[in-house]
């Protein structure tokens, strides 16, 4: 660059540089697999019962991730530009909504922290809201009626196959 005046002038020579390549991406999904393979190892992949333990289901998560990232890094290696898409009803230029984002988070982590104490009907009822709010919804009162209604649905099914989700709402004693 050659300054004059104080003001910047671009010399002749300089040449534009390629924008970087977000290798951190694929390397986090190959991460995540191998995290998931990891935690794998300590869970049985056949139960007693069934063919199917909960190794299984983490183990071919862990797998996919795998595979996922390094075809990630294979299109980050080629020069795959990744650049925002426009949807039906959204244009792809547009910042995150912020809100939406983290009241989404909140609907996964709440079942986390609260589960054991209140249940899985009522934490299926707050963490669906939750997500409904996520994605605008204003019937606040349907919501909570529809997460407790598929909360309860999915605790009874699962008593009747056999498996124990706790009690159905242990602050109650039921």
């Not at 990630?72 to 910042?95: M, Y």
Request: hydrophobic letters at 50%; charged letters at 10%.
């Amino acid at each position: 660059m050659q300054v004059l005046s104080n003001k910047a002038v671009p010399s002749a020579n300089t040449t534009p540089q390629p924008p970087a390549k977000p290798w951190w991406l694929g390397l986090v999904v190959v991460f995540m697999g191998a995290v998931c393979l990891y935690s794998a190892d300590e869970l049985a992949n056949t139960a007693r019962y069934s063919a199917i333990g909960p190794g299984l289901f983490v183990t071919g998560t862990g797998i996919g991730l795998i595979v996922l990232g390094v075809l990630l890094l294979i299109q980050i290696a080629r020069g795959e530009k990744f650049e925002p898409q426009d949807t039906e009803n959204a244009e792809g230029d547009t910042p995150m909504d912020k809100r939406a984002f983290f009241i989404a988070l909140a609907a996964a982590v709440v079942p986390v922290l609260i589960i054991e104490h209140l249940g899985l009907p009522i934490t299926a009822m707050v963490s669906f809201t939750l997500v409904t709010l996520a994605f605008g919804s204003k019937q606040i009162v349907l919501n909570l009626i529809s997460g407790f209604i598929l909360g309860s649905a999915s605790w009874y099914l699962f008593s009747l196959l056999g498996l124990q989700l706790g009690d159905f709402i242990p602050l109650l004693g039921i």
